[in-house]
């Protein structure tokens, strides 16, 4: 038997638990919105040193962490066990083994608090973050998800279900190939946030990277073209001895990789006819991104929203967010609530 609050709409607080890849998150958020407390603790020191997650490694510091997350998540929050109103979880889609960890973890709270369950999808948590800073955001409008494992544009309709998927990538996502550009080039892990300081010191016209599918009349995206294209060309600029700087060649794969998301987002939207875009997930947080779309959206009437940095990146506050709507929508799981791997979106 679970403990239910009479009043849905109102006060009510839900814990929600992230640790669907490397980072160990607890947030407490209520009313889907109002972020009590939102703790995320990195482990991209452990990472660093293999130039990317190790699924092991982030499974283990999970189960090391996760205990104390939560204890600091309702510290911070100045709240009890007592005073929640459901648990939810991302049981999908992440690594399998860091994903159980937070769902063991989630499970074992509701069930000793006599608290409602919910598992939520990890995608459908970035389409929703920028909602939770957003008074003005209308429905339906245009997604943008870009991060380290996804790059989708879906149209979202008021309600959080029924999205649907225009597009993916057919191979890396955009993140991905920040990530591997910035290993290839030494910089360290993860690459998003060093090339888009190092190309803000960079001339973006110094070298022509590839905009692959720009102009494939769907909206498909490929990122793992673009890697090779850097790496071909530094191997041949350096036998020539002609390697231009670090920041032109940041500066010139980020025009590329920024082009074609704008490009195609763009294009949907007048398609389609929306007027908003919403960017969401890591690559949200790109300063070339957001300033290029806004203007580009600027141009055909469209308004550009995105979430503050801590909410782009992986956090348990857009889990705690959307398991609100979730609630009130009447979703509730079990106790063989599992996870999974699968990233589709319904
Ligand atoms: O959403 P996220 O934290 O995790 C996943 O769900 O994948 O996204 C992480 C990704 C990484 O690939 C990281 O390099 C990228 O987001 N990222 C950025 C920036 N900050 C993080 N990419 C471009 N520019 C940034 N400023
Ligand atoms: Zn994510």
């Known amino acids: 038997m679970t403990k ?17 890849c490397d980072d160990t998150s607890v947030a407490i958020v209520e009313d889907g919105r109002s972020i009590q407390s939102n703790i995320i603790s990195s482990q991209i020191e452990l990472h660093k040193k293999y130039g990317g997650i190790v699924p092991e490694l982030a499974s283990r510091q999970h189960v090391e962490l996760i205990n104390y997350i939560i204890e600091e998540a309702l510290q911070k929050a100045d709240v009890n066990l007592t005073d929640l109103s459901a648990i939810a979880v991302t049981n999908r889609p992440g690594l399998i083994g860091a ?20 598992g939520i999808n990890h995608i ?18 245009l ?30 996502a955009a993140g991905e190939a920040y990530d591997k550009v910035a290993k290839y080039l030494g910089l360290g892990f993860p690459g998003g946030k060093i090339i888009d300081d190092l190309a803000k010191m960079g001339d973006e016209t110094a070298i022509t990277f590839p905009r692959p ?6 909206y498909q995206f490929s990122y793992s073209g673009i890697k090779t294209s850097v790496r071909n060309f530094v191997e041949k600029a350096t036998k020539n001895q002609e390697l231009p700087s670090v920041e032109d060649i940041a500066a010139s794969f ?12 763009i294009r949907a ?16 947080a790109n300063s070339l991104l957001r300033k290029e779309m806004e203007i580009a959206g600027e141009e055909i009437g469209a308004k550009v929203f995105y979430p503050s940095i801590r909410l782009c990146t992986d956090n348990a506050a857009m889990i705690a967010g959307l398991a609100y709507q979730k609630y009130c929508q009447g979703q509730r799981d079990d106790f063989d609530l599992n996870a999974s791997a699968n990233s589709e979106i319904v």
Not at 124 to 141: C, N, S, V, W
Not at 213 to 218: F, P
Not at 254 to 265: N, P
């Open 269 to 284: 939207t007048r398609e389609k006819g929306y007027r908003t875009i919403t960017l969401t997930g890591g690559v949200a």
């Open 124 to 141: 459908e948590g970035h389409i929703y973050a920028p909602f939770m800073e957003h008074d003005q955001l209308t429905f339906p409008h």
């Open 254 to 265: 980020q025009a590329a990789a920024v082009e074609v998301l704008v490009a195609k987002t």
């Open 213 to 218: 599918m720009l102009n494939s009349g769907n």
């Open 143 to 172: 997604c943008l998800t870009v991060s380290g494992g996804h790059t989708l544009l879906v149209e979202v309709p008021e309600g959080w279900e029924n999205y649907h998927v225009l597009g993916s990538t057919q191979d890396d």
């Open 4 to 20: 239910e609050k009479e009043v849905l709409s109102e006060g009510m607080k839900i814990l929600g638990i992230d640790t669907s």
């Open 99 to 118: 994903l159980l960890v937070g769902v063991s973890a989630a499970k074992s709270l509701a069930y000793c608090c006599q608290l409602p369950l919910l």
